[in-house]
C-alpha cells in the first residue's frame, strides 16, 4: 500500500485515538490535531497517563483504557514513548498507526514503526494529518508540497 492509501485508510476509520495531548495546550502539535479531528467529526480520544482532561474531554491513561474500539492511532509523543505506544496499538487490535513527523524526527521512532509492520499495522511514517484533514491551512499545505517534492512522506 502506498502512502496516500495508508492516509486515505487513517482518515476512513472513525474512532482515534491521539496519544500525546498535552495539559499546556500551547503549542502542542496533539493538541492542536486533537481538536481538528473532533471538530471533522471524528470520535476522538485523547491519551496522556499524566492528565484526567484534554480540552475538557476526558482524557486517558492508555489505549486500554478507552472504552470503545479504536481504529486508528495518531503518535505525537516524544520517539522515545512511541514503542509503548505502537505496542498498545498491537494489543487493542488498531489498523493503522500514524507518527507526527515534518522535517525533523518527530515522534517518529524506526524500532515502532518496524514493530508496527511486523505485527500487521499500516504504518504511516511521516506527514501530518492537519496537512490533509478538511480546510486545509496555507502553512500545511505548503508543508505538504515541499514534504512532497523532497520524499519525505513515507
Not at 48 to 64: R, V
Not at 68 to 97: N, R, Y
Not at 107 to 122: D, H
Request: net charge positive.
Amino acid at each position: 500500500m502506498n502512502y496516500e492509501q495508508k492516509i486515505t485508510e487513517f482518515f476512513n476509520q472513525k474512532t482515534i485515538a491521539i496519544a500525546g495531548v498535552s495539559r499546556n495546550p500551547q503549542g502542542s502539535v496533539g493538541n492542536a490535531i486533537y481538536k481538528k479531528f473532533k471538530e471533522s467529526g471524528y470520535n476522538i480520544f485523547p491519551i496522556n497517563p499524566h492528565a484526567e482532561m484534554i480540552e475538557g474531554d476526558t482524557c486517558y491513561p492508555n489505549l486500554k483504557s478507552i472504552p470503545e474500539k479504536v481504529d486508528a492511532v495518531f503518535i505525537a509523543t516524544s520517539p522515545a514513548v512511541s514503542t509503548e505506544i505502537v505496542k498498545q496499538s498491537i494489543e487493542a487490535e488498531v489498523k493503522t498507526i500514524w507518527f507526527h513527523r515534518s522535517m525533523g524526527n518527530g515522534s517518529f521512532s524506526e524500532e515502532a514503526a518496524k514493530l508496527g509492520e511486523e505485527n500487521g499495522l499500516s504504518v504511516i511514517r511521516s506527514g501530518c494529518p492537519m496537512m490533509y484533514i478538511s480546510k486545509v491551512d496555507p502553512f500545511h499545505k505548503m508543508m505538504r508540497f515541499f514534504m512532497k517534492l523532497f520524499g519525505k512522506l513515507k
